[in-house]
C-alpha cells in the first residue's frame, strides 16, 4: 500500500466516523425536539382548561365545589416508585369514584380505572408512569358522587413530580 492509498483510507474512515456522529447528533436533537413539543403541548392544554374554566369565584358551579370540599377532598400521597395513593381526607364516603388524566400527556401516563366506593380515609391505588420525554408534574381528574344517586362531582388533583 503505497502511501497515498493510507491517507485516502484514513480519509474515508474519518468522514465514515463523521457520518455516524451527525446521525447520532441528529438522533439526540430529534428526542430533545419531540419532548420540547410535548411539553409545549401540555402546557397550551393546561392554559386552554384553565381559561374554559366555568367554575369562576363567583359562580353557582364554585360554589357547590367549595360546600363539598368538606365533604370529600382528595389528596395524593406517595406510595412506591411510580404508584400512588389518592385518599379521601373528607369526612363522607364517595361514590363511583374513578380517575382520568386531564391532559393528554396525562392520559398516557396513567394507568387507573373506577374504584367504586371510597370511605372517609379510604385510598385508591393508581399509576402515573414519569419517563425520559413525559416526565415531571401531572393532572388527574376525580369524578365521583356524594351519594349513589346524587350528581356527578369533579376535582382536578396535582400529582407531584417523582
Known amino acids: 500500500m503505497t502511501e497515498y492509498e493510507a491517507w485516502s483510507l484514513t480519509t474515508q474512515w474519518i468522514t465514515a466516523g463523521a457520518a455516524v456522529a451527525a446521525i447520532f447528533v441528529a438522533v439526540v436533537f430529534g428526542a430533545l425536539t419531540l419532548r420540547s413539543s410535548n411539553r409545549s403541548k401540555d402546557a397550551q392544554e393546561r392554559a386552554t382548561f384553565a381559561a374554559a374554566d366555568k367554575a369562576g369565584p363567583l359562580s353557582a358551579e364554585f360554589a357547590q365545589a367549595v360546600a363539598e370540599v368538606g365533604l370529600v377532598n382528595w389528596e395524593v400521597l406517595p406510595d412506591s416508585g411510580e404508584n400512588w395513593l389518592l385518599r379521601n381526607s373528607g369526612s363522607s364516603t364517595a361514590y363511583?369514584?374513578?380517575?382520568?388524566?386531564?391532559?393528554?400527556?396525562?392520559?398516557?401516563?396513567?394507568?387507573?380505572?373506577?374504584?367504586?366506593?371510597?370511605?372517609?380515609?379510604?385510598?385508591?391505588?393508581?399509576?402515573?408512569?414519569?419517563?425520559?420525554?413525559?416526565?415531571?408534574?401531572?393532572?388527574?381528574?376525580?369524578?365521583?358522587?356524594?351519594?349513589?344517586?346524587?350528581?356527578?362531582?369533579?376535582?382536578?388533583?396535582?400529582?407531584?413530580?417523582?
Do not use: H, W
Not at 115 to 131: C, H, I, K, L
Open 96 to 162: 363511583d369514584v374513578s380517575i382520568v388524566g386531564l391532559t393528554e400527556l396525562d392520559k398516557k401516563r396513567l394507568t387507573a380505572g373506577e374504584y367504586g366506593v371510597v370511605a372517609p380515609t379510604g385510598v385508591v391505588q393508581f399509576r402515573m408512569v414519569s419517563r425520559f420525554t413525559i416526565s415531571g408534574p401531572g393532572n388527574i381528574v376525580v369524578t365521583f358522587r356524594l351519594a349513589e344517586d346524587g350528581a356527578v362531582s369533579q376535582r382536578t388533583v396535582r400529582v407531584p413530580a417523582p
